[in-house]
């Protein structure tokens, strides 16, 4: 069963001018020259179930859903959204927010909808409307969505640039293994969630030891790896040593 909660719909913000997504814009050049950092997903030990406590429920924004990939729209107001589209919804991220929409009837494409926001596209092109505005998209990248066979045990994966970092959240216990500047520091320490909302899709983890204290800050936005230009459906910000680091992440269900 996956380890998530459901979440509320809200209106989607359309604005005229460009949004930056502070840390996670894309670059025009996904090329890199910086190591490459390899991780094993959140460790187990002998430890028995019973003698643990049990990993937190996360919004279910923070997940793709059923859907098999990612999509990156980039749109006119200047404006960037990430898609993850599914049989029976869609899940859409902007700037602002975390949405999901029904399957609604159109002659042509495919169409989604949830109140006055609606979200049609036919091929490479969407429109998205609702009560404040309208955007014309276009598609840009697509990636497969990541899986637990890809990182067993790791409920929630997140990662970023310049120093390359990567954080784990084991699926199974309040868990987390940071692997930073570029693979030469890794650590695996306890946390506690001290904040959670459901309906703005935002989370707030602190360490839950005092000698190594840090604090991961998780909120469901469109977010774009700033080497690839890949889409997530999550925004990271990692604080630990004085130092601040900022990525994209993905919630992985069973």
């Known amino acids: 069963m996956s380890r998530y909660t459901a979440s509320v719909t809200r209106p989607l913000v ?12 894309a670059t025009p050049d996904g090329t890199s020259t910086r190591p490459e950092i390899s991780d094993r997903g959140a460790p187990r030990d002998q430890e028995t179930p019973e003698a643990q406590p049990t990993a937190p429920l996360m919004p279910s924004l923070f997940f793709p859903g059923e859907a098999q990939s990612l999509t990156a729209w980039r749109c006119t107001p200047a404006q960037d959204l990430v898609t993850a589209a599914a049989e029976e919804e869609l899940r859409l991220w902007s700037a602002h927010g975390a949405y999901r929409l ?17 979200f049609w596209n036919k091929g490479d092109e ?42 784990n ?55 774009f790896d700033s080497m690839s230009g890949q889409p997530f459906p999550a925004r990271v910000t990692l604080s630990i040593d004085g130092e601040q680091y900022r990525g994209c992440g993905q919630g992985i269900a069973p």
């Not at 001018?17 to 814009?25: K, Q, Y």
């Not at 409307?129 to 990636?143: F, I, K, N, V, W």
């Not at 637990?148 to 310049?162: L, S, Y």
């Not at 695996?188 to 991961?216: C, H, K, Q």
């Open 102 to 118: 029904l399957p609604a009837v159109v002659a042509s494409g495919a169409r989604y909808q949830q109140g006055e926001l609606s």
């Open 169 to 223: 959240l084991a699926n199974d216990r309040p868990q987390a293994t940071l692997v930073l500047d570029y693979g030469e520091r890794e650590m695996t320490l306890p946390y506690r969630v001290t904040t959670l909302d459901n309906a703005e899709g935002r989370m707030i983890l602190a360490s839950g030891r005092a000698d190594t204290p840090f604090e991961l800050r998780l909120e469901a936005r469109a977010c």
């Open 126 to 167: 969407a429109v998205v409307e609702s009560a404040t505005g309208r955007l014309d998209c276009t598609r840009d990248l697509t990636q497969k969505v990541l899986t637990r066979r890809q990182r067993p045990g790791t409920m929630f994966h997140a990662r970023g640039n310049e120093p390359g970092w990567i954080v």
């Open 14 to 25: 359309l604005l005229g001018t460009a949004l930056w997504l502070a840390g996670c814009a």
